[in-house]
């Protein structure tokens, strides 16, 4: 089913439409989710819409309904989208604290891969980690993405980067060929992530893993702003958000084993959240900013809290290690 929303037009522009289409849960493949959370863009203003998320009453997983359809995608993922380019020259110290830190990520998931082993980065943006794995990691290893923004692909081919565009289940790449397969805050941007995780599956080799890095809908920062505020809501790009039961269960829907699902220290959802809020009850321009992924001190602040609380087991985000079983014998 799809719906026009028709936007209100700022002063001298004329109106314009986002698509809309109706979504459901996508492990259970119900539509009859509680309300979970209303919304809008406080982030970018891509649209002043206003949108619903609802909370699956079976498995608890959180989805957007409705969504933009696929063909807003250039709307709603703006030029200036961090993931676009994400660069020293337009992020600083903020840049330099997570290169480090992504790449000590990284290493860490790869953990065991040996010379040629190959890589795949699904939804790479403008190639981020394919550029750490290639400055930290074996030289040998054979390292690819995908993504299906047009302007993030030129921008890590411009890198040097090999860079699929397109869906991953249309591009029907090479079955059992990858070793790793990453996911690095990427499955709560599709359509259809079910299909993309079973597509992950027939390309990784026999033990092969997959790493999903996802927004935990059971965090502390999601049950102080849950409703309308939670940076991990990312009004609306965030199209379906998993605890660590429903994510377990999307990957055994798949058939990946589900190794190890840890919590993992972020502070932009603590940092988008406060922004949120200040934006909503119409806080100056210039205190908004200081909640944003350009200000180091609330980032510092933020980092500092979520890494105590994913040393308790309560981060931000979500890390699961899901395995494609070995072949039997």
């Not at 209303?38 to 649209?47: L, P």
């Not at 969504?67 to 903020?94: K, T, W």
């Not at 790449?173 to 397969?181: E, F, G, Q």
């Not at 940076?231 to 058939?255: E, M």
Request: aromatic share 10%; charged share 25%; glycine share 8%.
């Amino acid at each position: 089913m799809e719906l026009e929303c028709v936007e209100k037009p700022a002063a001298g522009e004329v109106a314009s439409t986002t698509r809309l289409v109706s979504a459901r849960c996508c492990i259970c493949d119900r539509d009859d989710g509680e309300p979970e959370a209303v919304g809008e863009d406080f982030e970018y203003r891509t649209s002043d819409d206003t949108f619903l998320a609802f909370r699956c009453p079976t498995c608890g997983l959180v989805y957007l309904n409705p969504r933009p359809s696929i063909d807003a995608i250039d709307r709603i993922y703006p030029a200036n989208y961090h993931a676009f380019d994400f660069s020293p020259e337009h992020f600083g110290l903020v840049y330099r604290v997570r290169r480090w830190l992504e790449a000590r990520r990284l290493l860490r998931y790869a953990k065991g891969l040996g010379n040629g082993a190959r890589i795949l980065d699904v939804g790479c943006g403008d190639g981020f980690h394919l550029r750490l794995l290639r400055d930290f990691g074996n030289p040998t290893w054979h390292l690819e993405g995908v993504d299906l923004d047009l302007r993030a692909v030129q921008a890590a081919r411009d890198a040097g980067q090999t860079v699929h565009a397109g869906d991953l289940e249309q591009l029907r790449l090479a079955a059992a060929s990858y070793d790793l397969v990453l996911l690095v805050m990427t499955i709560e941007h599709l359509a259809e992530p079910a299909v993309v995780l079973r597509e992950v599956a027939r390309l990784l080799k026999p033990g092969g893993a997959v790493i999903v890095v996802t927004d935990d809908a059971s965090s502390p920062s999601c049950r102080l702003f849950r409703g309308r505020y939670w940076g991990g809501y990312h009004f609306p790009r965030h199209w379906y958000l998993f605890d660590r039961h429903s994510l377990a269960l999307l990957a055994r829907l798949v058939g990946l084993e589900p190794v190890a699902i840890e919590s993992m220290m972020s502070p932009v959802n603590w940092t988008y959240s406060f922004h949120n809020l200040l934006v909503d009850w119409g806080a100056p321009r210039w205190l908004a900013k200081r909640f944003s992924l350009k200000a180091p001190v609330m980032l510092t602040a933020f980092t500092a809290l979520d890494q105590l609380l994913s040393w308790l087991g309560y981060g931000s985000l979500l890390c699961a290690r899901l395995q494609r079983p070995q072949l039997e014998q």
